[in-house]
């Protein structure tokens, strides 16, 4: 019972933190800025927010700086919208699955190489392009 709250609150929680950063946080270090996921702890004492953040490094880390800085505000701000007991800390992260999930394909790539004629080109004793329904119509 409590993990179905705890993920309702987590998806909350992300959608109104995407929200307030989109619209209220005006701190010029935070770039674009997507959050990803929220994993609430069981006590509500703190919260981790997944965002990605487009830029080279430089601007990923100075969001992630500005995001920070804004997270007292952010907390105030939930407070004021979610009708909680207890508004979790937030502590940022990047997000990484993306890069993880790029790495894992590449690495499979290099490990199972396409063999030829299992390119995925057809179905398999096909023939003729076509399907081999030409001519007699």
């Given at each position: 019972m ?7 609150l987590?998806?909350q929680?992300k959608?109104?933190?995407a929200?307030l ?10 770039g674009?800025?997507s ?5 609430v702890?069981?006590d509500?004492?703190?919260a981790?927010?997944?965002?990605r ?7 990923r880390?100075?969001s992630l700086e500005g995001?920070e800085a804004?997270?007292?505000f952010?907390?105030r701000?939930?407070?004021?919208i979610?009708h909680i007991?207890r508004?979790p800390?937030l502590r ?16 499979l790539?290099?490990v199972?190489?396409?063999k030829?004629?299992e ?6 004793g096909?023939?003729?392009?076509g ?7």
């Amino acid at each position: 019972m409590a993990s179905k709250r705890i993920a309702r609150l987590n998806e909350q929680l992300k959608r109104e933190i995407a929200g307030l950063v989109r619209s209220d946080v005006r701190d010029p270090r935070v770039g674009l800025v997507s959050v990803t996921a929220v994993q609430v702890a069981t006590d509500l004492g703190s919260a981790r927010v997944f965002v990605r953040v487009l830029g080279g490094d430089q601007e990923r880390a100075e969001s992630l700086e500005g995001l920070e800085a804004a997270a007292p505000f952010l907390r105030r701000a939930l407070g004021q919208i979610l009708h909680i007991r207890r508004i979790p800390e937030l502590r940022f992260q990047e997000d990484r699955s993306m890069e993880q999930a790029r790495r894992i394909e590449q690495i499979l790539s290099e490990v199972l190489p396409v063999k030829e004629g299992e390119d995925g080109g057809g179905t398999p004793g096909d023939g003729a392009p076509g399907g081999g329904g030409e001519g007699g119509e």
